[in-house]
């Protein structure tokens, strides 16, 4: 079974600071990629996605994620956070061939200080 | 547009007493349907899945069960609950021959006492 690892478990950054939160997974195949995020008080939601095409995909907020698939990883980057950022992101990844099934790491918090 | 609803919100329950969490989705035909729960620090465990009405799989052993008696109805549920059950619990839908990409509810903050 595929396995997600997210190597930060709290990131607190000051405003204006660029962001990378690490997400690698385990499995050797075709892979459908996500980031999910969940803002205080709301409900989880997704980020973006990546299925196939160009490995670079950019979501909401200005967030993009970079699949390179030697390493195994599908980071999380924004050039310049802002104190709205706060929240928990989940990295997912799920197998084409049974897409119902998404692994999802153990996510990050991410405290922006104003 | 699609929306996923799901209740109660919040609930506190003795051990030993049955539990009945639901969640529809409205807006779409013959979603993927899945229970999810989430730990702190510990991210989201499937729980269960349904891809029709009537069918279940599930994931891991437990003191659960779910079940689906409409295309867009899908319920977790408990004959005795333990202390071990208590967390916060995740209705999702996704597409049917999507990507698997998730929408999910609000959840339901489960306390057993």
């Known amino acids: 079974a595929q396995s997600v690892s997210q190597h930060n478990h709290h990131v607190i950054l000051s405003e204006a600071a660029s962001l990378e939160l690490g997400c690698n997974y385990s499995?050797?195949?075709?892979?459908?990629l996500f980031w999910y995020v969940q803002y205080p008080g709301q409900h989880l939601q997704l980020l973006l996605k990546y299925f196939s095409g160009d490995p670079l995909v950019k979501g909401i907020k200005g967030f993009e994620a970079e699949f390179i698939k030697s390493k195994f990883s599908f980071n999380l980057r924004k050039p310049s956070v802002q104190w709205s950022d706060t929240a928990e992101y989940f990295c997912?990844?799920?197998?084409?061939?049974?897409?119902?099934?998404?692994?999802f790491g153990d996510g990050t918090t991410l405290t922006v200080k104003p | 547009s699609q929306t996923i609803h799901q209740w109660p919100a919040t609930l506190v329950q003795p051990v030993g007493s049955p539990l009945s969490l639901e969640c529809t989705v409205e807006?779409?035909?013959?979603?993927?349907l899945y229970w999810y729960r989430q730990a702190a620090g510990r991210g989201l465990q499937l729980l269960f899945y349904?891809?029709?009405?009537?069918?279940i799989s599930s994931e891991v052993p437990q003191n659960l069960s779910a079940s689906r008696p409409q295309d867009r109805q899908f319920i977790l549920s408990s004959k005795k609950l333990l202390l071990s059950d208590s967390g916060f619990y995740l209705c999702?839908?996704?597409?049917?021959?999507?990507?698997?990409?998730?929408?999910f509810g609000e959840g339901s903050r489960l306390t057993v006492l």
């Open positions: 997912a990844v799920n197998l084409p061939t049974n897409a119902g099934k998404s692994t």
């Open positions: 499995y050797g195949g075709t892979v459908n």
């Open positions: 349904s891809v029709g009405i009537g069918q």
């Open positions: 807006g779409t035909s013959n979603p993927n």
């Open positions: 999702a839908w996704s597409r049917t021959g999507g990507h698997g990409e998730l929408f």
